[in-house]
């Protein structure tokens, strides 16, 4: 005797909205990871690195984070969340490929500064997807 299925596929269980959520707050956790550890690899650079980026994007994914974690992004309406945080990846991406590869030509012979220029690329990239995946959003 066959039984009929509630759900025919995995991807039924999961709504949309739900993978779009947790894929912000998995890009948001990553992108404060590698800044902890492009600021340690800078700071045991002897040449040293650009803290200021580092840590002014780290603590605007903090920011967002805790913005899109608690929910806040759907009982504040008056700030159009998707374009704050499109603004917030685009000058990420901007700013971290450009003190990266600074840093690659400033700090040449320096082991802590090359891994910091290679987790800055890195974080380059992961705020590349970060604004297309903002793009690609319905709410834009």
């Not at 045991?44 to 690195?49: F, H, P």
């Not at 969340?81 to 000058?91: G, I, Q, T, Y």
């Amino acid at each position: 005797m066959d039984f009929p299925s509630v759900c025919t596929r995995y991807t039924d269980l999961i709504s949309l909205e739900w993978k779009k959520q947790c894929l912000q707050q998995l890009l948001c956790y990553c992108t404060i990871t590698n800044g902890v550890i492009i600021l340690i690899c800078y700071a045991v650079s002897i040449y040293g690195g650009y803290y200021g980026v580092a840590i002014c994007e780290m603590v605007s994914a903090i920011i967002f984070f805790v913005v899109f974690m608690i929910e806040m992004d759907k009982s504040i309406q008056v700030v159009n969340w998707v374009w704050s945080d499109l603004l917030r990846a685009s000058s990420g991406t901007g700013l971290y490929l450009i003190t990266s590869l600074m840093s690659l030509i400033h700090g040449a012979g320096d082991g802590a500064c090359i891994a910091g220029v290679v987790f800055g690329l890195l974080a380059g990239i992961l705020f590349a997807y970060d604004d297309t995946a903002a793009l690609t959003d319905d709410n834009v």
